[in-house]
């Protein structure tokens, strides 16, 4: 799984052009690092309102954070770390997220966000070898 995890991320950094759209919390920790995050070099990252923008969920960073809690004493912390860290806003705020829509303006904002894309260009430079993951 590491392995594949790792092609995939390798796959994302030496594409020329790609998109994500949802929640990069959820299913794939890290997702958001790998696919969509500004240090990749996206063009722009749009989240909506319920999105989850972080590498970790609460319930792993809880076990981490706060290790000596009871389990019951934890559900808490859960739900607080949820309401604090796993929304799109702080991340909008440090310019990791460029904009949190309305998902009723998903097709508007990502055409307008498209076609101010359309006449761009990159100049990338050569690669002489990758260092990809190697079975």
């Known amino acids: 799984m590491i392995r594949h995890g790792a092609e995939l991320a390798f796959a994302y950094a030496e594409a020329n052009r790609s998109s994500h ?20 070099g996206n063009d ?6 319920g999105a ?8 792993g960073a809880v076990q981490i954070l706060h290790r000596r809690a009871s389990p019951e004493d934890r559900k808490p912390l859960q739900d607080a770390y949820e309401a604090t860290f796993l929304t ?9 997220v460029d ?19 359309l006449s761009k260009k990159e100049e990338l430079p050569g690669r002489k070898h990758d260092g990809g993951p190697s079975e």
């Open 21 to 40: 759209l949802r929640d990069s919390a959820q299913g794939v920790r890290g997702a958001y690092i790998v696919m969509d995050s500004k240090g990749m």
């Open 44 to 49: 722009a990252c749009l989240a909506w309102p």
């Open 52 to 59: 989850e923008v972080a590498v970790m969920g609460a319930q």
């Open 88 to 96: 799109p806003w702080p991340a909008a705020e440090r310019g990791f």
């Open 99 to 117: 904009a949190v829509i309305d998902p009723s303006e998903t097709r508007r904002v990502v055409a307008m966000t498209l076609d101010a894309l």
